[in-house]
RNA sequence: GCGGAUGUGGCGGAAUUGGUAGACGCGCACGGUUCAGGUCCGUGUGGCCGUAAGGUCGUGGAGGUUCAAGUCCUCUCAUCCGCACCA
């Protein structure tokens, strides 16, 4: 008997699959009237950095299960893969090492790739593509016009979050605790001119529409809606006293605007200068404005940070006491959100409080409990809810919170001095980024004409050979002087390319829309053809762009909706997000010295043994300890499906799966029934529940079950096809999780194309046996087990029950007070 | 502070509908085979008491509902993650 050499049959099958396109999926021919079923299963494309890891291999491996699977339940199943190739770690190993981004890139794709394919996922590589080929980049290209001519693309100058490490600007989403994501330096605030998406204008839409999202996970759509941020309140105009000026507020309690005692602006508000100028606070407020500016953005999200501010000595007029009211300049306030100015309030606000506070503004009580008194010695108020009463507060007095927020919005409005209105936490994305290796943005910036979009024939703006790619504040590209000196499109004048490029989350907010037409150079991508396949039908990945990429995709695909590229507003039907796999309690990395290299493994276990492995481990959702001594679980599992299947093979004559014999009984009707249990559990498993530790853990079951009666009905007539019937299931269920032994093993069974042989069908009349084991309980502990016929009638079963020695035991000399039967399952007797 | 999750043996975890807690695997112990390979096979493995039969406790903690609770309810503790001076 031969031994399993898992590197030997694994090379071989990947060789088969490769020669065979196995694994490639047409578009249909005619979408319009193609009724077939169809999956389109998605990973989330990599990040082309040498060395596939483990993140990878499960994420990848978990989309080839469903893959395999849906595959063999008999659909049409697209599961294509790419790269996310620009962006800067190739840039800046090219700037170490001499070479180009592009020649980097071009080598960790094909490393890259050979480990994939090691893996042996069953992934349509006809539809390979690369974000960083002009042939897909012309598109992000087109994509981008599309909005500049709907204005969702827009320039403007504005205060920015810039890395001094990495040389260029983010987006808000990549600051995290005023760090630079990728980096880890501490960003700057910079006043730059700047590329934005109006993504602003999708947050209702992208907030409401996430009720159509029911199969995403809860904490991503929670984080969605944060990140959002919508709130409802009201705009509230204040007039300056002496002064023509007015200024606006936005605040979610309108109610509470008789208690409003004091007015704060963010130091960054425009008016601040003309208000101070001339005025005795002028120097003091102004140097608190400089100082605050001059502080790190890390500093000014600091926890705890005590509150600081300045009078400027002018006063508003609040619009319902018509009481003049303080000024002042604080930090708190964040310029960015709402208008950059606020009422205070603070009698029920906690930040508010803590301000007049520490400057001995007052605090007035406009709301109170609908029981409780009126107590301005009280710390504050906020917690008062929706029913409480307004106190204080002239012709509110005595409504709710809930009905006086829309009297006194409605109020306003009347008076002229404000209306209702919905801030968001969201801001518009920053997209234009300083560095070389990125799509470049194809805008023409004429003296004439301004800001021109580069005819579609001309796209795509291919990015210039440049010789240094070092960052520099501005981008790489502004040294091409030859390939930025363009005629303008529109008049023909001597004009100059923009040299920014775009953020790389733009290049991956469409990508699983050009799989569909991965080599078309005359569209975008054929319409007709991604309304068959999308949305995607599950989409797999990493949490850590729960709000990145997944929002984004989300806008692009709305914005496309818009435009009639596409018939659907939601990207990605179900999204299933996995969990991290630690090593020693922390994430691995390269810096901790704790990260196991895939091929390591695979070279050691082979890939079905990590296939399995990744998946074993725990519940796929969630996160998971990486333990080098588990994947001997997996691995010893093979082994022994090795052995029991090809000595079933050789010893016992028939098909590779033969239909379950009839007349089977005693061991061998167990081992039939327990292979019928496992195909419902497995299928289930996969297709329901996503749980693929436990669908393992049942095709062990069955090993174990194949092992223990395999000595007993190997030479037996009936015996030998239950355990081919059981052999050959087993390795059907096995074949997603560990393709190639699956179809080494079902050759060696006779059959051939496992990859495309249907899934095993469950007998329904073998999931249940004749008897069944009654759980016999005594005041709810379980004292016996008796086996029993299925169906009998309950006070048989109660009698028999109560004969047991041991119930009879416990109950004797009590009262029985009542017998629970559940019908097939268990008896308890109740005794006093 | 707001929001989301998670707590079960030495370890990873299972228990899908309120009905046998600990499936499956790792590790460990003992025995065997082969003999120096991170081998294979068998048996056992939640704690405590007991030679055993058996008993008893047991799913972070405290209450509750129920014939019956890892599962439902109330309170509480711990850990992790996201957002956070968002008015």
């Not at 050979?114 to 996922?121: A, S």
């Not at 140097?287 to 509150?307: C, G």
């Amino acid at each position: 008997m031969e031994r399993y050499d898992p590197q030997a049959i694994e090379a071989r099958w990947q060789a088969v699959w490769a020669d065979e396109r196995a694994f490639e999926t047409p578009n249909p021919t005619d979408p319009a009237n193609d009724e077939r079923p169809r999956a389109y299963v998605l990973e989330m494309l990599p990040y082309p950095s040498g060395d596939l890891h483990m993140g990878h291999v499960t994420n990848y491996t978990m989309g080839d299960v469903v893959s395999h699977f849906r595959r063999r339940t008999g659909f049409q199943v697209l599961h294509p893969m790419g790269y996310d190739s620009f962006g800067l770690p190739a840039e800046n190993a090219a700037i170490k090492s001499g070479g180009k981004p592009a020649e980097v890139t071009a080598h960790n794709i094909a490393r890259i790739r050979e480990q994939m394919l090691r893996m042996g996922w069953s992934i349509d590589w006809s539809r390979e593509l690369s974000t960083s080929d002009p042939a897909y980049y012309r598109w992000t290209q087109w994509i981008f016009l599309q909005m500049f001519e709907r204005g969702l693309a827009y320039k403007r100058t504005a205060a920015v979050k810039w890395c001094p490490q990495d040389q260029t600007v983010l987006a808000n989403e990549q600051v995290v605790d005023g760090c630079c994501e990728r980096c880890g330096a501490e960003v700057e605030a910079r006043d730059l001119d700047q590329w934005f998406f109006r993504i602003t204008d999708y947050a209702d839409r992208l907030l409401d529409d996430m009720d159509q999202l029911e199969n995403w996970p809860e904490r991503v759509l929670t984080m969605q809606r944060n990140w959002i941020g919508r709130s409802h309140g009201a705009e509230v105009v204040f007039r300056v006293v002496d002064s023509e000026a007015e200024i606006p507020v936005f605040t979610t309690r309108p109610d509470t605007l008789f208690g409003a005692t004091f007015f704060v602006l963010a130091p960054e508000h425009p008016l601040i200068s003309e208000l101070v100028q001339g005025t005795a606070a002028e120097a003091e407020v102004m140097d608190y404005v400089r100082r605050r500016s001059a502080e790190s953005v890390a500093d000014r999200m600091r926890d705890d940070r005590p509150k600081t501010g300045v009078d400027t000595g002018r006063r508003v007029v609040n619009p319902v006491t018509l009481e003049e009211i303080p000024v002042w300049v604080s930090d708190y306030v964040l310029v960015e959100y709402g208008t950059g100015a606020i009422m205070a309030v603070p009698g029920h606000d906690d930040r508010d409080h803590a301000f007049a506070t520490l400057f001995g503004l007052p605090i007035r009580q406009v709301v109170a409990a609908a029981d409780g008194e009126v107590d301005v010695q009280v710390e504050a108020y906020t917690s008062a809810g929706e029913d409480a009463l307004l106190v204080n507060s002239g012709q509110f007095d005595g409504l709710a919170v809930s009905e006086a927020k829309s009297a006194v919005a409605a109020w306003l409005a009347e008076e002229g001095r404000g209306e209702t209105k919905t801030a968001y936490r969201l801001r518009d994305w920053l997209v234009s980024r300083q560095r070389y290796w990125g799509a470049p943005i194809p805008i023409i910036d004429c003296p004439s004409c301004g800001l021109v979009p580069v005819p579609d024939a001309d796209l795509p703006v291919v990015l210039p050979e440049i010789e240094d790619y070092a960052p520099k504040g501005r981008s790489p590209l502004a040294a091409a002087e030859e390939w930025r000196s363009v005629p303008c499109p529109t008049c023909g004048a001597a004009a100059l390319r923009e040299t920014d490029t775009m953020d790389t989350f733009v290049d991956s907010s469409w990508y699983y829309l050009r799989y569909i037409s991965a080599h078309d150079d005359t569209q975008v991508f054929d319409k007709a053809a991604v309304d068959w396949w999308l949305p995607v039908g599950q989409y797999i990945g990493g949490v850590e762009h729960a709000i990145l990429h997944l929002l984004y995709s989300r806008f692009f695909t709305k914005v496309l909706f818009d435009a009639g590229f596409v018939g659907f507003e939601e990207p990605f039907a179900n999204l299933f997000t996995q969990g991290m796999i630690y090593k020693d309690g922390a994430k691995m990395s390269k810096s901790k010295g704790n990260v196991v290299a895939p091929d390591a493994i695979v070279n050691r276990y082979g890939a079905d043994a990590l296939r399995m492995y990744v998946l074993f481990m725990g519940p796929p959702d969630q996160d998971k300890e990486w333990s080098d001594n588990g994947v001997l679980g997996p691995s010893r599992f093979l082994d022994r499906l090795w052995k029991a299947v090809q000595r079933i093979a050789s010893e016992v004559p028939g098909e590779a799966l033969p239909a379950a014999p009839s007349g089977a009984e005693g061991a061998a009707l167990d081992l039939l029934r327990l292979t019928h249990q496992t195909t419902k559990r497995v299928t289930e498993d996969i297709d329901r529940r996503l749980q693929f530790n436990t669908a393992i853990a049942a095709s062990m079951e069955l090993l174990n079950g194949i092992e223990k009666a395999r000595d007993e009905l190997i030479g037996d007539p009936v015996g030998g096809q239950v355990l081919r019937h059981a052999a050959g299931t087993l390795v059907c269920l096995v074949q997603p999780f560990a393709p190639h032994i699956a179809e080494e093993l079902w050759e060696q069974l006779g059959g051939s194309r496992l990859w495309e042989s249907p899934w095993p069908v469950v007998d329904p009349t073998l999931l249940v046996s004749d008897t069944f084991t009654c759980v016999a309980q005594v005041n709810g502990k379980v004292r016996e087990r008796i086996e029993l016929p299925r169906g009998l009638p309950q006070d048989e079963v109660v009698r028999l029950v109560r004969e047991l020695p041991k119930i009879a035991e416990h109950i004797a000399g009590r009262e029985v007070v009542k017998e629970i039967v559940i019908p097939d399952k268990l008896v308890n007797i109740v005794v006093k």
